[in-house]
Each structure stands twice: as structure tokens, then as C-alpha cells.
């Protein structure tokens, strides 16, 4: 039995059209890398903005779970009441942030003294006037 092959023949412009497909192929590969990278460095940098955001947010949230912790302390050796934190230097203080324009609610936060207290101290400063502030602090 005689078994003819088929062959195809491939002719010069044959292998020119396909060196010409490879080249382009290698040329969409390379661009695809390149988008690539870029979308990874956008990646990156939101990434990046994010874990700063965390760390800022833990930052805080130690900051205050600290302030806890403290008013927790204060209770406990005041055998569940809290005792008044007013002491030398905290009228000035507070008084200095009532001058910037604060009101006592932010007062308060900044200087870890409940509302009360702040509005005590300002109403102690208000009533003499022309008192100094360590005569005032120690009344």
C-alpha cells in the first residue's frame, strides 16, 4: 500500500506574515506589562494611603482606650465616684483655651476634664475677674 503525504508548502511570504504577527504580539505584550505596572503602582499608592489612615485611626483609638483606662482608674480608687482632676495650673489652662474662642465641650477634650469641671473653672474665673489665676485655682 502506498500512503502520499500532503505537505504545504510555506512560501517566503508566509514567514513573513508570521514573524510580522509575532513582533505585534510581542509589541501587545509589552503594553499589557506596562498598564500592568501602572495599575500596580496605583494599587500600591491607595494601599499605601489606607494602611496610613489605619494607623492613624489605631493611633487614636490607643490614645483614648489610654484616657479609659485612666478615668477607670480614677473611679476604682474613689470607690466609684469620680474624683474632681481640678488642680494647680488646670484654671490657666483652661482659661487660655476660653480666651482662643474654644467652648467648653472642646475644652474639656483637650484638657481631659469633664464639661462640668471646665464650666466650673470658668464660672470661678468670670466671678473675679481680678483675681489672679493661681488665687482663683486654689479656692
Do not use: C
Amino acid at each position: 500500500m502506498i500512503v502520499y503525504r500532503r505537505t504545504k508548502r510555506v512560501g517566503l511570504q508566509d514567514w513573513q506574515d508570521l514573524a510580522s504577527q509575532a513582533r505585534q504580539a510581542q509589541a501587545d505584550l509589552a503594553e499589557l506589562m506596562k498598564e500592568l505596572d501602572r495599575a500596580g503602582d496605583r494599587l500600591e499608592t491607595r494601599v499605601d494611603a489606607k494602611m496610613q489612615q489605619l494607623r492613624q485611626a489605631v493611633a487614636e483609638a490607643e490614645k483614648k482606650m489610654g484616657q479609659f483606662r485612666g478615668v477607670a482608674d480614677d473611679l476604682s480608687e474613689a470607690g466609684g465616684k469620680r474624683p474632681l482632676r481640678i488642680g494647680p495650673g488646670r484654671g490657666g489652662e483652661v482659661a487660655e483655651l476660653s480666651r482662643q474662642g474654644l467652648d467648653p465641650v472642646e475644652i474639656a477634650r483637650r484638657t481631659h476634664l469633664n464639661v462640668g469641671e471646665v464650666e466650673l473653672l470658668l464660672s470661678l474665673r468670670r466671678s473675679k475677674p481680678t483675681a489672679k489665676p493661681e488665687e482663683v485655682e486654689q479656692e
